[in-house]
Nanobody, 116 residues
Framework: QVQLVESGGGLVQPGGSLRLSCAAS????????MSWYRQAPGKERELVASITRAGITEYVGSVKGRFTISRDITVNTVYLQMNSLKPEDTAVYYC??????????WGRGTQVTVSS
């Protein structure tokens, strides 16, 4: 019954910014952590950023200093603020949530394209 819905993707020029949102619904026990993954064509899915319920964040090295993950626990929504975007950031971005009781849930993804 848990559903994750990503939004905010789109086409942006290099150096531009986008803010992704992931709204989670249907959880009865909440989430211990929420993350953003991305997958570019022909490449494996990689973890971009994660945040625990306590607010501890982690980032892949290629986005440090440019991306910021945050979460509004009251509405079970996680955000990814992406600044100084580069063409290599182009990918489908997926939201992932870890249930406090074990299961892992995934959104369907939102396309981010960075191009001139």
């Amino acid at each position: 019954q848990v559903q994750l819905v990503e939004s905010g993707g789109g086409l942006v020029q290099p150096g531009g910014s986008l803010r992704l949102s992931c709204a989670a619904s249907g959880s009865r026990s909440g989430f211990s952590a929420m993350s953003w993954y991305r997958q570019a064509p022909g490449k494996e899915r990689e973890l971009v950023a994660s945040i625990t319920r306590a607010g501890i964040t982690e980032y892949v090295g290629s986005v440090k200093g440019r991306f910021t993950i945050s979460r509004d626990i009251t509405v079970n929504t996680v955000y990814l603020q992406m600044n100084s975007l580069k063409p290599e950031d182009t990918a489908v971005y997926y939201c992932e949530a870890d249930s406090v009781v074990g299961p892992q849930y995934w959104g369907r993804g939102t396309q981010v394209t960075v191009s001139s």
